[in-house]
């Protein structure tokens, strides 16, 4: 990029990612704004997320941006199998490293998807694990339409604002939890609150019900009148007992 200091179309691209994290309510919002904010200009063409089914091995990408997202378009990335296990992001989320092929056309490692890329005119990648704490939430990959678009300097900045943009999604993902739960608190609190005015109906209605079935003496005994809980005619006068 002519003599512009290394890294420092990076930090603004940091600075777009941090306002995306910050507005993001969801995982879904958070990825997509991401990818969006790599593309807004040179020298990154497509930007796109992606995540392991471990029922398929395959990398599931789950959101893009840029000139040429059909480039996803039937990508099949198995994570395991040959010839795409060495295709940078299933390398990143294997080794939880950053991934680099900095000349598509020449780099030997490049073989099995370099017509794919080329024919959409990239040139050169970057694969960047969005790991932290040792975990895994998926892979960022970047491509270029110019060679040698990421130095070391620029890579590491990259793989640093991965790491960040996992830990946001470890932050969006327990608030989801802990709304979620809150939510099944309050759902619970109404079941109990309805059942309990239902239990209190019916003893009401079986009372209207026997109403007009009581006999006065059964009401007013029922009713724990005076009367009814008095001492019952001649019965003896208790005697109080003494201390010795």
Not at 160 to 185: S, W
Not at 206 to 234: F, I, K, W
Request: aromatic share 4%; hydrophobic share 40%; proline share 7%.
């Amino acid at each position: 990029m002519g003599d512009e200091p290394a890294g420092a179309h990076v930090d603004a691209v940091v600075h777009r990612v941090h306002r995306a994290l910050v507005a993001a309510d969801t995982r879904a919002d958070l990825e997509s704004a991401s990818c969006r904010a790599f593309v807004s200009d040179e020298p990154y063409a497509l930007a796109w997320i992606g995540v392991h089914d471990d029922a398929t091995d395959r990398i599931v990408p789950t959101a893009s941006a840029g000139e040429d997202a059909s480039y996803l378009d039937g990508l099949a990335i198995r994570v395991h199998d040959a010839p795409t296990a060495t295709e940078p992001s299933a390398t990143a989320l294997k080794t939880a490293t950053t991934q680099v092929r900095r000349r598509l056309r020449t780099d030997p490692d490049a073989e099995p998807w370099r017509d794919r890329a080329l024919a959409h005119g990239f040139e050169s990648s970057i694969a960047i694990p969005l790991v932290t704490d040792w975990v895994a939430y998926g892979v960022l990959s970047l491509y270029s339409r110019r060679p040698d678009a990421f130095d070391d300097a620029e890579s590491a900045l990259l793989t640093e604002l991965g790491e960040t943009i996992a830990t946001a999604i470890v932050g969006i993902e327990a608030r989801a939890e802990l709304e979620a739960q809150r939510d099944g608190l309050d759902l619970l609190n109404e079941v109990v609150r309805h059942d309990i005015r239902n239990t209190l109906q019916v003893i009401s209605g079986y009372g209207d019900l026997l109403e007009p079935h009581v006999t006065p003496t059964a009401r007013t005994t029922c009713g724990g009148s005076s009367r009814a809980r008095s001492r019952p005619p001649n019965s003896p006068t208790p005697r109080p007992t003494s201390r010795r």
